[in-house]
């Protein structure tokens, strides 16, 4: 079990990517997510853990 440090907060989030015209791949999605990461880490200096 992991523990939180002191002054940090612990948060969960779930993404749902979809597409009505096609059938998402790994390689369609993770640029996708990787900005989102990069947009969390910028804008709120985020440690994202995975």
């Given at each position: 079990?992991s523990?939180?440090?002191?002054g940090?907060r612990s948060?969960?989030f779930?993404?749902v990517y979809?597409?009505a015209?096609?059938t998402?791949?790994?390689?369609?999605?993770?640029?996708?997510h990787?900005?989102?990461r990069?947009?969390l880490?910028?804008?709120?200096?985020v440690?994202?853990?995975?």
């Amino acid at each position: 079990m992991s523990l939180v440090p002191a002054g940090q907060r612990s948060l969960a989030f779930r993404l749902v990517y979809r597409s009505a015209d096609q059938t998402l791949t790994d390689d369609t999605v993770e640029p996708v997510h990787q900005k989102v990461r990069a947009a969390l880490e910028k804008q709120f200096g985020v440690t994202l853990r995975s």
